[in-house]
Structures are given as structure tokens and as C-alpha cells.
């Protein structure tokens, strides 16, 4: 059988560990052994007189009192070692902490302790880590903190918005409805200059309605509330009677409707959302466009998706306000010049298209056109139902889809999509 660990063994052992072994008389306040210790802060051997009283003039001025006291919970019975951690000052002029455990081993008849056995470790390292965690457990917690106010403030937004949206709703209807009557009564018709300024208030009151639907839009899919019901669409029928819906207003504006549909194709998406998406996106392509314009919708499968095209000969837009297209409330300077409208169309439908599980891309010409594509699942490619839009679908600020004008001749067509440019 080996021999028993020797004590010079054992104090190589625990040197490999960084710790080293200490012993103090206490009446004599001799400190014998402490060397590793002295090493670890950078002092030669006798640089430091080896008392416990020389030691305690390196501890920091902080810690010394601290120290005092767990000698003293010790030497009192009311702990089973003197343990205790510390700054002490290197010969650097740095502070380093150390780890002291310790044991009276002696006491004289009295019950005075008379010498005192025990270990010291650096532990500076060990204390830096710790400090970076807490630092790291505080951001965390910081960070935490910040995103639950940010979601109740969003959420207080959002139920802002819907209850400030239906109190308009409300008289706003009423204002509509009692419009429409004086219009439309044939006991009391209204005067021609009366009718145009019914009409006036009529067309303002319904675009009132439809921002405030959007803004509603908006907030609801921002708190997770957007409601949708997806199911097999047939394409040409609901893109065709978006078309005849704004055929009035493309006539007014001097603008050819071009429908490029194919007799047959079915998406998986929500009828009332899908038809809101084409009629701003079309209405856009109407409003921003010139007279003699045209504007094309064309619609195709593309692999799992279908690929909806919408295609302007309007003012197009700019390569430095692509990336701002689809956030709310942004226009263009020439929009504001010239055009109703409150930036929220594009970042309503945005969020519809990505609710549905699709996505949209620009590509844009000044002076040439735009033309705008919606992917979305085709039918048969994902399960019909009701879905509820998730929050970050209703994230509209990034568009990572939105890119740079290609500089296609003769058109703004950019990349190719599924679908052919029509000539
Ligand atoms: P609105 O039309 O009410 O301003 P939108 O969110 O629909 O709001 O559009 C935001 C902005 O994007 C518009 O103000 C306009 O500057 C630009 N825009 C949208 N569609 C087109 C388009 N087809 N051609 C040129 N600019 C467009």
C-alpha cells in the first residue's frame, strides 16, 4: 500500500490549485508559510515582515473591518470555520482577491486560541466572471423589463385605437347614412349645388371610413388580434370584380385597366383581406399614375404560390425611399404635393400579405412605373381554416422584399417574376 501524503505532497497539490497553506501563532503573531500567497501577489520572499498584523495593512481599507468580524463569528462559535473573501493590494498596485478558509488547531487551557491552520486561494478571476454575469443578469433583466413595458404600451395603443376607431365609426356612419338620404330622397331632392357638395361630403366621410378601418387594421394585427379566414379562392373572378370596382375611378383618371388573368387558378387565402390588398394596391396604381396610363394586373402560379402582379406607368419611386415604402405614415414628397392619402395603405397590406403567409416585393422606375408582386400560398398547398395573424406578422417596417429599380428597358418590371411582361 502507498505511504500516506507527506505534508510537502500535500502543500504541492494544492499550490498546483492555486491554493496555498498558512499557519499563524497567534500570541506571537507569527504568519509562517504564507509564501504562495506572496508569489501570487507579486512580493519576494521578505519583502513582507510575516505577521498577521503586516498582512492585514495589504488587505483593503473596505474589507478589513469585514474580515475582522468573520475571524471574530468564528472565534465565537457561530460558525464552524473562519472563512472570509478580501481585496488585497499586489506589489502592482492592483487589487486581487483572495479566498481565506481557516481552523484554531491549538488552545490553551483557558480556551485561548493559540495557533491557526488554513488555505488561501486567488480568486480574482473567479470574481470578475461573477461581476460580468451580474452585469449581464442586470442588462438581462433591464432588457426584459423594457420589452414588457414596450408590450403594454403597444397594447394600450392598440385598445387606444380600437375604441378611439369605434367612437368615430359610430357618427361617421351616421353622417354617411344621412348623406346618402338627402341625396338619394325623392321628395325633397337636393338642388344641383347641393348634390355636389353631398357628394363632397359623402366621398370625405368614406375615405374617413377607410382610413379608420385601416388604422384599426393596423393595431389589431400589431396585437396579435387580426382575425383571418383562409380558404380556396378562385383568382380571376375576385381579381376581375376588384378591377370592375375601380374602373370607374381608373375612367376618371384617365387610366386603361389591363387584366392579364388566366381562366383558372386557386390561392389559399382570406377573400375580404385578399380583395383589400388588390384594391390598394390597384388604387395605387391608378392614383400614382398619369393620364393615358395603364395599369396590368396579372396573375400566375409560381411552383407552390400563386404570383399577383401589379403593374403601373406612373410616377414610380425612388431607389432611397424603397426601404421606406411599406412603414406607416411615410408618403412621398410628390405624394403629399399632389395626392390624398395617409401612408398606411402599403403598410396595411403588407401585413395582410405577410398574416396570409405570403409576401410582396417592389420594383420600381422613376418616371417609368412600378410594379408590385403578392405571393401567397396556393391552393392546396397549406390547410384552409381560420388563422389569427401572429405579431411579428404585423411588423411592417422591414422590407427586406422591397429592392432597388432594376433597370429593365422600357419598363419597371425588374427582376422577372413568373409572370411575362405583357407588350
Ligand atoms: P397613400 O397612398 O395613402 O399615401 P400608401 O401606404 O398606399 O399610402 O403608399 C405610401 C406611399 O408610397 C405613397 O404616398 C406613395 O408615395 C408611394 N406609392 C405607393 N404606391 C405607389 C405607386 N404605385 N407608384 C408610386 N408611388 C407609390
Same mark, same amino acid.
Given at each position: 500500500?502507498?505511504?500516506?501524503?507527506?505534508?510537502?505532497?500535500?502543500?504541492?497539490?494544492?499550490?498546483?490549485?492555486?491554493?496555498? %497553506?498558512?499557519?499563524?501563532?497567534?500570541?506571537?503573531?507569527?504568519?509562517?508559510?504564507?509564501?504562495?500567497?506572496?508569489?501570487?501577489?507579486?512580493?519576494?520572499?521578505?519583502?513582507?515582515?510575516? $505577521?498577521?498584523?503586516?498582512?492585514? $495593512?495589504?488587505?483593503?481599507?473596505?474589507?478589513?473591518?469585514?474580515?475582522?468580524?468573520?475571524?471574530?463569528?468564528?472565534?465565537?462559535?457561530?460558525?464552524?470555520?473562519?472563512?472570509?473573501?478580501?481585496? %488585497?493590494?499586489?506589489?502592482?498596485?492592483?487589487?486581487?482577491?483572495?479566498?481565506?478558509?481557516?481552523?484554531?488547531?491549538?488552545?490553551?487551557?483557558?480556551?485561548?486560541?493559540?495557533?491557526?491552520?488554513?488555505?488561501?486561494?486567488?480568486?480574482?478571476?473567479?470574481?470578475?466572471?461573477?461581476?460580468?454575469?451580474?452585469?449581464?443578469?442586470? &442588462?438581462?433583466?433591464?432588457?426584459?423589463?423594457?420589452?414588457?413595458?414596450?408590450?403594454?404600451?403597444?397594447?394600450?395603443?392598440?385598445?387606444?385605437?380600437? &375604441?378611439?376607431?369605434?367612437?368615430?365609426?359610430?357618427?361617421?356612419?351616421?353622417?354617411?347614412g344621412f348623406t346618402q338620404l338627402m341625396e338619394t330622397d325623392p321628395r325633397d331632392p337636393p338642388t344641383s349645388g347641393q348634390g355636389v357638395r353631398l357628394k363632397v361630403i359623402r366621398e370625405s366621410g368614406q375615405h374617413l371610413l377607410r382610413m379608420i378601418g385601416d388604422l384599426l387594421d393596423l393595431s389589431r394585427a400589431e396585437g396579435g388580434a387580426l382575425v383571418l379566414h383562409t380558404e380556396s379562392l378562385a383568382v380571376p373572378a375576385l381579381a376581375q370584380a376588384c378591377?370592375?370596382?375601380?374602373?370607374?375611378?381608373?375612367?376618371?383618371?384617365?387610366? $386603361?385597366? &389591363?387584366?392579364? @388573368?388566366?381562366?383558372?387558378?386557386?390561392?389559399?387565402?382570406?377573400?375580404?383581406?385578399?380583395?383589400?390588398?388588390?384594391?390598394?394596391?390597384?388604387?395605387?396604381?391608378?392614383?400614382?399614375?398619369?393620364?393615358?396610363?395603364?395599369?396590368? @394586373?396579372?396573375?400566375?402560379?409560381?411552383?407552390?404560390?400563386?404570383? @399577383?402582379?401589379?403593374?403601373?406607368?406612373?410616377?414610380? %419611386?425612388?431607389?432611397?425611399?424603397?426601404?421606406?415604402?411599406?412603414?406607416?405614415?411615410?408618403?412621398?414628397?410628390?405624394?403629399?404635393?399632389?395626392?390624398?392619402?395617409?401612408?398606411?395603405?402599403?403598410?396595411?397590406?403588407?401585413?395582410?400579405?405577410?398574416?396570409?403567409?405570403? &409576401?410582396? $416585393?417592389?420594383?420600381?422606375?422613376?418616371?417609368?412605373?412600378?410594379?408590385?408582386?403578392?405571393?401567397?400560398?396556393?391552393?392546396?398547398?397549406?390547410?384552409?381554416?381560420?388563422?389569427?395573424?401572429?405579431?411579428?406578422?404585423?411588423?411592417?417596417?422591414?422590407?427586406?422584399?422591397?429592392?432597388?429599380?432594376?433597370?429593365?428597358?422600357?419598363?419597371?418590371?425588374?427582376?422577372?417574376?413568373? %409572370?411575362?411582361?405583357?407588350?
Open positions: 500500500m502507498a505511504a500516506p501524503l507527506g505534508i510537502d505532497q500535500l502543500r504541492a497539490a494544492l499550490r498546483s490549485a492555486g491554493t496555498g %497553506i498558512w499557519e499563524w501563532a497567534i500570541d506571537s503573531d507569527l504568519l509562517t508559510d504564507a509564501d504562495l500567497g506572496l508569489e501570487q501577489l507579486g512580493y519576494l520572499p521578505g519583502e513582507v515582515e510575516p $505577521t498577521q498584523r503586516a498582512w492585514d $495593512t495589504l488587505i483593503h481599507p473596505e474589507d478589513r473591518q469585514a474580515n475582522e468580524a468573520a475571524f471574530q463569528r468564528y472565534l465565537r462559535g457561530d460558525r464552524p470555520l473562519y472563512e472570509h473573501r478580501y481585496r %488585497i493590494l499586489a506589489k502592482g498596485g492592483d487589487w486581487r482577491w483572495f479566498e481565506e478558509r481557516g481552523q484554531v488547531v491549538d488552545w490553551d487551557a483557558d480556551g485561548r486560541p493559540l495557533r491557526m491552520l488554513g488555505t488561501q486561494t486567488d480568486v480574482t478571476l473567479q470574481m470578475a466572471l461573477r461581476e460580468v454575469a451580474a452585469e449581464a443578469r442586470q &442588462r438581462l433583466e433591464r432588457a426584459q423589463r423594457e420589452v414588457a413595458a414596450a408590450q403594454a404600451a403597444s397594447l394600450a395603443k392598440s385598445e387606444f385605437l380600437s &375604441r378611439l376607431s369605434h367612437e368615430l365609426r359610430t357618427p361617421l356612419n351616421a353622417v354617411l378591377l370592375d370596382m375601380l374602373q370607374p375611378t381608373a375612367a376618371q383618371a384617365g387610366v $386603361t385597366l &389591363r387584366p392579364d @388573368l388566366p381562366a383558372v387558378l386557386a390561392v389559399q387565402a382570406d377573400p375580404t383581406r385578399l380583395r383589400q390588398v388588390l384594391l390598394n394596391l390597384l388604387g395605387n396604381a391608378i392614383k400614382y399614375n398619369r393620364r393615358g396610363g395603364t395599369v396590368r @394586373l396579372a396573375a400566375a402560379l409560381d411552383g407552390a404560390e400563386v404570383c @399577383l402582379e401589379v403593374q403601373d406607368s406612373g410616377i414610380g %419611386i425612388a431607389a432611397d425611399e424603397l426601404p421606406m415604402l411599406f412603414d406607416p405614415f411615410w408618403r412621398s414628397p410628390e405624394a403629399w404635393r399632389r395626392h390624398d392619402g395617409a401612408g398606411i395603405g402599403l403598410a396595411v397590406t403588407q401585413t395582410l400579405v405577410q398574416a396570409m403567409g405570403g &409576401r410582396i $416585393t417592389v420594383h420600381s422606375e422613376p418616371g417609368v412605373g412600378s410594379v408590385f408582386r403578392v405571393w401567397l400560398p396556393a391552393a392546396g398547398a397549406s390547410a384552409s381554416g381560420s388563422a389569427s395573424a401572429s405579431a411579428s406578422a404585423a411588423t411592417p417596417a422591414a422590407t427586406p422584399a422591397a429592392s432597388a429599380a432594376a433597370a429593365v428597358p422600357g419598363g419597371p418590371a425588374g427582376p422577372p417574376g413568373p %409572370i411575362s411582361r405583357a407588350s
